[in-house]
């Protein structure tokens, strides 16, 4: 009986857990969870390791027409903030169900455009649900305090996806020049359609 | 009025009429209905999106003398117009099908639903009655959805 207790305390521990994970989401305000991923090259890469100001953390992947309509612009917002707010790359989609976003198309990938940011796999998944998430592209903008990194800014880059020449709002590189101004941001959350992240 | 905003006549030519969000709300989603209205976000290149669509099919066959309307809204970028109006008719899809011309999404996503983040798809139901939305975002079970309109069919 006692052990049917503690094998059933183990379940409901599981399932609350798994819940949890799933639906957890950062605010703005929260420390960033530390992630060591591997990066298209091969090498690990560590947050807690940088020694910038902060970090774009951008959910991302190889196949979905959101993501990809936004290379471009992530290419240049790494050329102009790769001192200060460089950009980090995760791609979270279930490589079995989308073979498309796997390792090796990775790579691919970041070679064919000429990615000058890492390009890291979270294959367990567990960065993305420990960040809450939920779509390609979702960008993350982390500030480094004594603490570790705190998260500044969440959602989209801009306001126009399909036509950058129509961007009125640059979200994202507001943010940054709020926090590099060593101003709060003005504005702390934006939200933007994208492709659900594959869940395995 | 309201109802022939959601009259659908099936031609040859597919026609997936372009509405901005104000439109959107006005004409559909604050339209007095005396149906149950179930409104799914999708794009064609959204896989599971496009998945789930032949069950939302069945249902509105299984459905068709109950007091149900689909909207079926596209956030297909505007350079794939004909390609969605190919999709709809190569597939043989019924429901009223629109494509979403609003370029910023920040600008109307938290008013389908503050708890939405985004990602599609993304399912509404409700009816004139209902305070509250119904919401969910990912892929839906025929059952879920099922239960849902049919607790809205009977409120």
């Known amino acids: ?200 | 009025m309201a109802l022939s905003a959601f009259s659908f006549t099936f031609s040859e030519e597919v026609k997936v009429k372009e509405v901005t969000f104000n439109e959107l709300e006005s004409q559909y989603l604050n339209a007095q209905q005396d149906t149950v209205l179930v409104v799914n976000f999708w794009a064609t290149w959204c896989a599971p999106c496009v998945k789930e669509l032949p069950s939302f099919q069945e249902a509105l066959d299984s459905l068709s003398n109950q007091p149900v309307k689909f909207l079926f809204v596209s956030l297909d970028f505007p350079n794939r117009q004909a390609a969605v109006e190919g999709f709809v008719k190569a597939k043989k899809l019924n429901g009223e099908f629109v494509r979403l011309t609003d370029a910023d999404p920040n600008e109307w996503i938290n008013k389908i639903n503050p708890d939405w983040q985004g990602d599609i798809p993304a399912t509404i139901i409700f009816n004139k009655s209902s305070t509250k939305r119904w919401f969910h975002s990912g892929t839906l079970s025929k059952k879920e959805f099922l239960s849902e309109i049919t607790k809205l069919i009977q409120s």
């Open chain 1, 1 to 200: 009986m006692k052990k049917l207790v503690t094998g059933l305390l183990v379940v409901l521990a599981t399932a609350l857990t798994v819940s949890w994970t799933q639906t957890s989401s950062l605010k703005v305000g929260d420390s960033a969870p530390n992630f060591t991923l591997k990066n298209v090259d091969g090498a690990m890469v560590e947050l807690n390791a940088l020694e910038t100001e902060g970090a774009i953390v951008i959910f991302t992947c190889n196949h979905c027409p959101y993501a990809k309509a936004y290379e471009g612009r992530i290419k240049k917002l790494n050329a102009r903030y790769k001192d200060t707010y460089p950009v980090i790359a995760i791609n979270p989609n279930d490589a079995v169900r989308y073979p498309s976003d796997n390792y090796e198309n990775m790579k691919k990938r970041a070679k064919e455009q000429g990615f000058k940011f890492p390009y890291l796999h979270d294959e367990t998944q567990e960065i993305a649900k420990a960040y809450g998430a939920l779509k390609t592209p979702h960008v993350y903008l982390l500030q480094k305090s004594t603490n570790g990194f705190v998260v500044k800014y969440i959602g989209a880059i801009d306001n126009n996806t399909y036509e950058p020449s129509k961007v009125t709002k640059k979200y994202l590189e507001n943010a940054i020049t709020d926090l590099i101004a060593g101003k709060p941001v003005k504005t702390k959350e934006t939200k933007a359609i994208g492709c659900s992240i594959k869940w395995k």
